[in-house]
């Protein structure tokens, strides 16, 4: 199975050099290793909007008053 027209020019994201179909979208073990270390280590997130942001704040009101 050959890759794409397209997939032939992606770069691998750790070093830039070009992709290998074995490891796509990386060029090596190597760099597939790295990326997989990252995302353990937390270095990569992604960001989510929880329900308590979207709201605004709720004011206290004074049971004194």
Do not use: H
């Amino acid at each position: 199975m050959g890759m794409s027209p397209s997939m032939k020019n992606v770069k691998c994201p750790i070093c830039k050099k070009p992709s290998v179909e074995k490891y796509r979208p990386f060029c090596s073990e190597r760099c597939k290793m790295i990326d997989l270390g990252k995302w353990l280590g937390e270095a990569y997130s992604i960001p989510i909007a929880s329900e308590d942001t979207k709201k605004e704040p709720q004011k206290l009101e004074d049971e004194n008053d």
